[in-house]
């Protein structure tokens, strides 16, 4: 078995890795690291959550252990697609680069320029960015990639999904043509196999298992449910959800909860905050400072379920995960395998749930067809009842009144034309002899009595005179 050692890794960099505890290189390890010692561009395929990270970050602090960087012009660079992302690479250089005097600038943002810019001044070995404040420090002539050596592209298929592409492209063209590079990913889509066909030449593809592959190490499972009336979808899905946790029971030590929507993170957050769970939202909308301190509270067990949109799902290392909660059907298939590949990590059992209304099924379909298994169904656990077929709710709606004018109407009280006697009493003698025939229900109330609705005693001058 392959060692750490066998990899003709620096004997800093292996005492940086002795001190984590680690012995043995995962599977993309294994076979990158030689790769990338030798100069040569790697095109490495693996599912989340086997290492990729170290995979670059190893031989990188290697080959950089000679060398002196200068004022605004990185080493190396290493491109990440969300702040997150880009953070947990800077503290995995932090951790294996202990030993080394290599120095690091991160650019992401939310962050103060005028810090960052202090940091690229002093000139730094590695820059770890997201592509758009890159390019910001760039343009604002702040920053030259002329002395990059290596490149490293982390999570491609995840800058596809979020736009980054024509940035990519312009980054590579503002590098030297003899840089090395280091492209990974997850899947390989044919706009990620066009790029890497035009920008790495010749490169090792390092392929540890197949694409858009879910680690068995996750029991999965997946709600079917109708609900019971279509605005009621979203309400009874926080009822399921909140039914599944409390099914798990103690098993749950923490979770996420992945939602498409941002605004559905905060309503599922305040929910579950409403009925005494301990759960934070983050997404792309909240402060950079916020999204650290939730994150950071996660990590060290403050907050027990992290509610997400997929600006948590793809890189992140968050250890002993154990339930992962899939509150919407993700609408991209590939978005399915990044969200559980948060838990079942480094060879532990985790648990993945998803709730699909049935409006969803497509989607459902095509993540089954894209891991190539069926995800096995279960009930609504027990405190949940099945949506039953919505009965018209006839007594929500008050029963339509008769109209008076309908020859059906019910028979009054009394045949005297009331409203015709008032009027008489005041009449001249010589008129009662011919009374008008009026309609029999005229000036009586519909609730068939015989009360005046009309006037009253106060009768205007027009209806007492003669004709």
């Known amino acids: 078995m392959t060692k750490f050692t066998d990899l003709n890794l620096d004997p800093k960099v292996l005492k940086a890795i002795e001190d984590t505890g680690y012995e043995t290189p995962t599977p993309i390890q294994a076979q ?11 095109l490495g395929i693996a599912q989340t959550g086997t290492g990729k990270t170290a995979s670059f970050v190893l031989p990188m602090i290697t080959m950089l252990g000679k060398g002196r960087a200068r004022a605004r012009m990185p080493r190396s660079l290493v491109l990440a697609p969300t702040r997150e992302l880009a953070a947990q690479v800077a503290e995995n250089f ?4 202990k030993y080394t005097k290599l120095t690091m600038a991160l650019l992401i943002g939310g962050v103060s320029f005028k810090d960052q810019d202090r940091l690229i001044d002093r000139g730094v070995d590695v820059l770890v960015a997201t592509p758009g404040r890159l390019l910001d420090h760039f343009e604002r002539g702040k920053l030259m990639l002329t002395g990059v050596q290596i490149m490293v592209v982390d999570e491609a298929d995840r800058m596809l999904d979020m736009g980054f592409i024509p ?28 790029i890497t066909q035009e920008f790495l030449h010749n490169p090792e593809r390092v392929e540890v298992a197949r694409q858009a592959t879910t680690s068995e190490t996750i029991i999965q499972a997946v709600c079917v449910f109708k609900p019971s009336r279509k605005d009621r979808t979203a309400s009874e899905k926080r009822d399921l959800l ?31 905050k409403k009925h005494g769970f301990n759960a934070s939202p983050i997404h792309g909308d909240l402060e950079q400072s916020v999204r ?16 997400a949109s997929d600006v948590a799902a793809r890189g992140l290392d968050i250890p002993n995960v154990s339930h992962i909660f899939n509150f919407d059907v993700p609408i991209h298939s590939e978005d399915y395998v990044h969200r559980i590949g ?19 099924e497509k989607y459902l379909k095509a993540i089954e067809a894209l891991v190539k298994q069926d995800i096995p169904r279960v009930a609504a656990p027990g405190s949940v009842k099945p949506a ?10 008050p029963a339509k009144a008769k109209s008076t004018r309908s020859r059906k109407a019910a028979k009054p009280v009394d045949d005297t034309p009331v409203q015709e ?12 002899s011919t009374p008008k025939k009026e309609p029999r229900n005229r000036g009586r109330s519909r609730q068939g009595n015989n009360s005046v609705v009309g006037m009253g005693d106060h009768v205007p001058a027009f209806l007492q005179r003669s004709f």
């Open 242 to 272: 909140r039914a599944f946790i409390e099914s798990e029971g103690d098993k749950v030590t923490n979770g996420i909860v992945f939602c498409n929507r941002k605004v559905d993170v905060d309503i599922v957050a305040k929910s579950l």
């Open 292 to 307: 650290t301190r939730t994150l950071n509270g996660f990590r060290n067990g403050d907050i027990r379920f992290l509610i």
């Open 342 to 360: 948060r838990t079942g990590r480094a060879g532990r059992e985790g648990h993945a749930f998803m709730l699909c209304p049935v409006h969803d």
């Open 32 to 42: 990158a690291i030689p790769f990338a010692l030798e100069g040569r561009d790697v």
């Open 167 to 194: 940035d990519i492209e312009r980054i590579f063209k503002l590098t030297p043509f003899t840089r090395q590079t280091l492209f990974f990913s997850a899947t390989m889509a044919p706009e990620i196999t066009r």
């Open 388 to 397: 039953a077929k919505a009965e018209k709710p006839v007594e929500d709606k």
């Open 94 to 97: 932090e951790a294996y680069a």
């Open 421 to 432: 006697v008032r009027v008489a009493e005041k009449q001249p003698e010589a008129n009662k």
